[in-house]
């Protein structure tokens, strides 16, 4: 048996994936999550050999938990399972060492073959986001910059901002400028929706 963990912050979803990997003989759901943090801790505890994971949850994003896994030499492989067709979010999957990564209009067989395939030590991946991927730009920000962008995008002032993330006011504009410089973008608002539209937040 596969042993499957679930991650995705809709509950409707979560249980539709659970009963639709229950009809599979080979496929077992050992646990599932509401948020990247849940599931990070359901990893240690379950030991499952897939993680199904969406990109967008709470406390860590999908992208962060498969990091945080690789990180910890996890055994478990990642599958992404999301919305998000966007070439940015495919690269910095697979940066974290996704071994897939489909989208949830996906057919259901396609989705339990891709488990087994990523079970089995192999990669698979929408072949329409392949093909994005292939053609789209290069992430020009760095860790940083990203983070206080999504966090700026978010709403929280410059202030707000270097409380989180324990750097000085003046440092976080600096970051967010760069960010901005980098973007062509006319101001962090702007350069938030552009960097998050090309999957880079």
């Known amino acids: 048996m596969i042993r499957v963990l679930i991650a995705e912050d809709q509950a ?7 009963a639709l990997l ?3 003989p080979d496929l077992e759901v050992v646990g599932s999550a509401c948020d990247g943090r849940q ?3 359901l990893c240690t505890e379950l030991k499952p050999d897939v993680v199904l994971t969406d990109i967008e949850m709470p406390h860590l ?5 498969a990091a945080r896994l690789a990180e910890e030499g996890a055994a478990c ?3 992404i399972v999301t919305t998000f067709g966007r070439s940015g979010y495919l ?3 697979l940066a974290a060492g996704v071994r897939g990564y489909l989208l949830k209009d996906a057919p259901a067989e396609t989705l339990a073959a891709a488990i087994r395939t990523v079970h089995g030590g192999g990669m698979t991946v929408a072949p329409e986001l392949a093909l994005a991927s292939w ?12 983070q206080v962008l999504r966090l700026a995008g978010e709403g929280g002032s410059s202030a707000d901002i270097a409380r989180q993330v324990h750097l000085s ?12 410089s980098k973007l062509g973008a006319g101001n962090r608002v702007e350069a938030y929706r552009l960097a998050r539209d090309a999957g880079w937040l």
């Open 61 to 65: 994003t999908g992208l962060e938990l």
């Open 22 to 24: 229950g009809l599979e």
């Open 91 to 93: 690269r910095r999957a």
């Open 169 to 180: 006011e003046g440092t976080v504009r600096n970051y967010l400028s760069e960010a901005i």
């Open 135 to 146: 053609n789209g730009g290069t992430d020009p920000l760095t860790e940083r910059e990203r």
């Open 39 to 41: 599931a990070l801790a």
């Open 12 to 18: 409707l979803v979560r249980g539709a994936l659970a």
């Open 77 to 79: 492989r990642v599958l």
